[in-house]
């Protein structure tokens, strides 16, 4: 937990917490020099009262871009479907310096560098959960919490403290994090998910639709 006068803390830009991410960082920035390369900063206000919250960076999406989910096929639904809830206005054109703006939404990773074949083991997680925490609890006004995948749900029970088997994901389920804050659970909108039809555009939507409508009485 953060003391009230503890600022939140973001990953160094040459984070070495995972020696295997930054090898992996430093294998893509000799390929692509010009990309990002490095941990992938939140996007949003930190008083915004939902937070959405992801795996880790796309390789060729916010890893090449800098902003989350910006650049890859998770990201144009992700986003469509936000402009469409007007929880964002402007325009998404898979690039960080588009004029997208979130409304009362905030938009992050659990593990915030690129992981090989978009997959973090367990250490890399933990050592990427305390920028997790204290992003949670730095957001004052957070009322709801959408989790795009397990391992994303996982890695939130985890920063208040929640068993796991009590709290299973499904896709469409709420749980009560506290008394102020629930967890939506979304299948990830990768676009392996939606080729295999497991999320299609009208399930996705529906989630954010209804987050939205809850986010307008609280």
């Known amino acids: 937990m953060l003391n009230k006068n503890q600022k939140i803390i973001y990953p160094q830009k040459n984070c ?9 960082r430093k294998l893509c920035t ?3 020099p010009n990309w990002h390369n490095a941990p992938v900063p939140s ?9 959405i919250v992801g795996l880790a960076p796309g390789l060729k999406g916010a890893n090449k871009t800098g902003r989350p989910f910006t650049g890859d096929y998770a990201g144009d639904l992700l986003y469509s479907s936000l402009l469409k809830s007007k929880l964002a206005v402007g325009n998404y054109n898979a690039f960080k310096d588009d004029n997208l703006k979130l409304l009362d939404t905030r938009i992050t990773n659990s593990v915030r560098c690129v992981p090989p074949q978009n997959k973090p083991n367990s250490e890399e997680k933990l050592n ?6 204290s992003e949670i ?17 996982e890695e939130v029970l985890k920063v208040f403290n929640l068993t796991l088997n009590k ?6 389920k709420v749980h009560y994090l506290k008394n ?25 939507y529906n989630i954010i639709d209804k987050i939205k409508d809850e986010l307008k009485n609280l």
């Open 180 to 204: 102020t804050i629930k967890i939506y659970d979304s299948y990830h909108c990768s676009k392996y998910n939606t080729q295999t039809k497991r999320l299609t555009y009208k399930m996705f």
């Open 167 to 172: 709290n299973k994901f499904q896709h469409g």
């Open 16 to 24: 070495s917490y995972c020696p295997r991410l930054k090898n992996y």
């Open 43 to 51: 996007f949003g206000k930190i008083n915004s009262k939902l937070l």
């Open 137 to 153: 609890h730095s957001m004052k006004n957070l009322k709801i919490i959408l989790a795009l995948g397990r391992t994303a749900h």
């Open 128 to 133: 990427c959960r305390k920028f997790l925490i």
């Open 30 to 32: 000799i390929k692509k």
